[in-house]
């Protein structure tokens, strides 16, 4: 996690991102692969340093204090408050295994059932409180990856229309329209997906092949043969055409 939000942290606009870590090169605790991307991305790497100090100026955050680490011969890690460094930043993302004492108060008012967990619709994954969703192990249900991916994609459903909804009524309840417009999209009363478009979109990508024009240029070609259901599904996800070398009858049972 440490790597995935430094490199996000560049993708959210970050000039330069430093990753400060208490041991060294040899025996971080971080995947190789991990590693190198964050290096291809540019990320800069401080070892042997622990934290200390957030230094503000005003209520912003100007630099933050650090002091190096070593490891001593008995292999314990100790810290020397005699070397002290300052490196400047305007942001500082805590990644170092940080929790909270009580997840129960942090969470609250959300209730909880007999097991620890919290109560929720099981058709919308919306808990006690409005607006909060769950899925995935704090649900108590999903047992596999696959099982909690699957609640994060049900639930993303319900988040959208709790969403487009309490939109849509705070847009009455304020302008005294019945249609409305949020950042540009229209808000209806009825849940409903946006379509995905982009300026990608307006690009021409039709072809011509035998006198005929395809407004979609990929095609299906069957080798080996193709049936006639696989044909259809393609067709129905907006495949311009298909070629068929061979076009066998499906047989009908006579009696």
Wanted: hydrophobic share 40%.
């Amino acid at each position: 996690t440490s790597f995935d939000c430094a490199t996000s942290a560049l993708r959210c606009g970050g000039r330069r991102v430093f990753v400060v870590f208490k041991k060294g090169f040899t025996n971080m605790r971080a995947v190789p692969e991990e590693v190198e991307l964050a290096k291809e991305e540019k990320c800069e790497f401080l070892p042997f340093l622990s934290p200390r100090k957030v230094i503000l100026k005003g209520k912003k955050i100007s630099s933050m204090e650090f002091v190096r680490t070593e490891q001593d011969d008995d292999g314990n890690w100790i810290e020397d408050e005699h070397q002290k460094i300052q490196l400047k930043a305007g942001v500082v993302i805590s990644v170092f295994g940080s929790v909270v004492t009580d997840s129960a108060e942090a969470m609250k008012p959300i209730k909880f059932n007999r097991w620890g967990l919290p109560e929720a619709n099981p058709e919308t994954m919306q808990t006690t409180e409005a607006g909060v969703f769950r899925g995935g192990d704090i649900a108590g249900l999903a047992n596999t990856t696959v099982e909690s991916v699957n609640d994060g994609k049900h639930a993303s459903w319900h988040i959208h229309k709790y969403i487009q909804i309490n939109n849509f009524r705070c847009l009455i309840c304020c302008c005294f329209f019945y249609i409305q417009s949020l950042h540009g999209v229209s808000i209806n009363n009825k849940p409903e997906l946006p379509l995905f478009y982009t300026p990608i979109d307006l690009v021409e990508i039709s072809v011509e092949m035998v006198g005929l024009k395809f407004q979609n240029p990929f095609g299906l070609a069957s080798a080996p043969a193709t049936s006639a259901p696989m044909i259809r599904r393609a067709f129905e996800a907006g495949w311009g055409f298909d070629l068929t070398k061979t076009f066998s009858l499906e047989k009908v049972s006579t009696f």
